[in-house]
């Protein structure tokens, strides 16, 4: 009876999804507690969907949100240098490259005040949802994830490689991991015809990590293909109607690199370094010359020995000096991953325009 069912903050009016079953939820954002009362004393409430909603009207371009996470497993044997560079990095490039307004943004990370933006397994589930709910044509949502990525095996055959794609929370250990098909069926599969999600993540194994259907398989010499990755079992884990697009740090059986051959300042995730590079640096036409740009980066990081060629200068290396006091122990050169960029359907990866 409850499923599905959409409720605003009592505080700050932001549709919240309400979990089956329950009578009241918790706001991601303000934290607020909005009470439910037994929808069998009161006439059920209208649809959100046939009406418009009160207020202003929308942005004729649709609203930009997104969920940055950078998880470093500090103290633990775990530990990753370059995460929270990440994520800080990333959310100044959304709000001044792509005029993401700050109060869109939601970050998790260890150096967060507010308990429920710890990234914990729980609050990155409530994050993902937040991240969706109330999504309409023409909104752009992004979700970037900056940590330890593994796999683990698939036992119902959908899966080409035989294992699901994992993300790992703070509290994996204790918590579990989140798997590819939960991030797909809760990022991807809502999104409505006209609305857009990009996801970047920079973990090992995380090529498929949103099971979206189809991945571009290029070699050095920038040709590519199209594999299908879709299920066996023929299920669907495409959207209903949108667009999703993911880059990620490495195929499935990679692993990705923190490392301080790019920045030469700190560490710094290796794909999401030569990302944010490939937009400041005008290789951000297309879908095509951002992974272009980004693997040719990581392939001339990985064959340096450490200071051979400078990746770094301009505005990345100086946003970071900007974000990070201190340096951080480096990994060196030698690192190999190949950045993946994966889709719902094929396109012309040169051709498409690409825009958060």
């Known amino acids: 009876m409850y ?80 995460c929270i560079n990440d994520a800080k990095c990333m959310k100044f490039m959304l709000m001044n490259k792509f005029h993401f307004p700050e109060a869109s943004i939601l970050m998790l990370t260890e150096e967060e005040t507010d308990p429920y933006r710890i990234p914990s397994i729980h609050n990155m589930r409530m994050a993902l949802f937040w991240l969706v709910q109330g999504v309409q044509p023409g909104d752009s949502l992004v979700f970037h994830y900056s940590g330890h990525g593994s796999r683990q095996r698939n036992f119902s055959g959908d899966e080409v490689d035989g294992y699901d794609e994992t993300l790992c929370p703070l509290d994996f250990e204790t918590q579990g991991m989140i798997i590819d098909d939960e991030i797909n069926a809760t990022l991807v599969r809502p999104l409505p015809p ?74 710094t995730g290796a794909m999401t370094f030569c990302f944010i590079q490939a937009i400041e640096r005008g290789h951000g036409a297309t879908y095509g010359s951002v992974l272009t740009a980004m693997r040719n980066a990581i392939r001339q990081a990985g064959g340096s020995s450490g200071g051979g060629v400078d990746l770094g200068g301009g505005v990345v290396t100086s946003l970071i000096t900007m974000l990070v006091s201190g340096g951080s122990a480096s990994l060196g050169g030698g690192f190999k991953q190949e950045p993946q960029l994966t889709a719902i359907s094929p396109f012309d990866v040169y051709a498409k325009p690409f825009s958060l």
Request: charged share 20%; with cysteine.
């Open 3 to 82: 499923n599905n069912m959409l409720v605003n903050c009592s505080n700050c009016r932001t549709p919240l999804q309400l979990p089956a079953g329950a009578r009241s939820i918790r706001c991601a954002l303000c934290q607020a507690i909005t009470n439910l009362a037994d929808p069998r004393a009161a006439p059920p409430p209208p649809s959100p969907y046939s009406h418009a909603p009160p207020g202003p009207p929308p942005n004729p371009h649709g609203r930009k949100k997104a969920v940055i996470v950078g998880i470093s497993y500090r103290y633990s044997r775990h530990e990753l240098k370059g």
């Open 194 to 267: 006209g609305a857009r999600l990009h996801s970047i993540i920079d973990a090992c194994h995380s090529g498929t990590v949103l099971d979206l259907p189809y991945l571009c398989r290029m070699n050095r010499t920038g040709q590519y293909v199209w594999e299908d990755h879709r299920p066996r079992s023929g299920a669907w884990t495409g959207s209903s109607g949108g667009e999703a697009f993911s880059f990620s740090g490495c195929d499935d059986d990679q692993t990705s690199a923190d490392t301080s051959a790019l920045s030469k300042i700190t560490s």
